[in-house]
DNA sequence: GGCGGGCGCTACAGAAAATGTAGTAACGGA
DNA sequence: TCCGTTACTACATTTTCTGTAGCGCCCGCC
């Protein structure tokens, strides 16, 4: 099975990210583990997608050592997919005062 | 003509904005117009998406005041969504990073 | 005056991706 | 043996995206 980059053909690191960040649930699986591993079936009701697309989300984020699992608690974030996390933190405070701008 | 907001039944602030910035090309749009103003189809070549697709997003961009339309210069960031940029600039940063690890 | 080129943007058919629901296979405990 | 829980898959329907063509507008040019 081939797989090719979407959105870039450049390969560059900065584009290959903003791709798989832009894929629809992908930044918000990343949020929702933020704070402690969490089970398919949690993570499922939590963000609310079909299984087939959690499951396919988070081979991506496997695959992009961002996010594994782990048999006793679920699924998690690794050092990388925290560090990721890290960089998102300040969107937090940062939407509430996006809010009330628009 | 109803707005529904995907991803999301809460409303919150994060949510919305975790929704925006996770539909495709969101975030590669604004990471173009980073530095200066580009018109549409420049915006488009730079890309690679379909017509549609890019005044799809322009227009929630718009409508989240994250981008304008400048007659004179093109479509370009907002105050509000230069702010956004920063909290996303260490992105490019740990991509290389990143890349590296995987 | 009317032609060409650039502008933002739209129409539309076909292709790709997501949804919603059901179900599989493996394990562990009662 | 049956039940519950785990991750994960199948598949028909619906939604979204792509690729291509073209519209209407304005401006400079001859």
Known sequence: MVKRVR???T???IMVLLDLLG???VLRIVWELREEPRR???LQDLIGASPTIVNGRLAELR???L???DADSGYRLTALGKELLRLFLPLHAWSEKWAKAT
């Open 7 to 9: 959105g870039s053909r």
């Open 11 to 13: 390969g560059r690191p």
């Open 23 to 25: 894929r629809r649930w």
């Open 40 to 42: 398919f079936r949690e």
């Open 63 to 65: 695959e992009a050592k």
């Open 67 to 69: 996010v594994e699992l």
